[in-house]
């Protein structure tokens, strides 16, 4: 899975969070960044790294600039 095919599942979510939140006479911005932290973690962690090339590790530390995307 990737984040950009998960995206409207995690943006259904957080708009239902925030349906919730509205419609109750209290409202507690402690519960909201909870479960709106929850969420995007959640979608967060499907995110897939695509490593195409840069580092190196010639018998030591890995160098070079990490080439790659997001996904």
């Known amino acids: 899975m990737s984040l950009s095919s998960d995206k409207q599942a995690a943006k259904n979510q957080v708009k239902a969070i ?30 897939t790294i695509i490593y195409t090339s840069g580092l190196i590790a010639p018998n030591g530390n890995v160098t070079g600039t990490f080439n790659g995307k997001l996904e």
């Open 18 to 47: 925030l349906d919730d939140m509205l419609k109750r006479e209290e409202t507690s911005t402690e519960e909201f960044a909870n479960r709106l932290i929850e969420a995007m973690e959640e979608w967060l962690k499907k995110a």
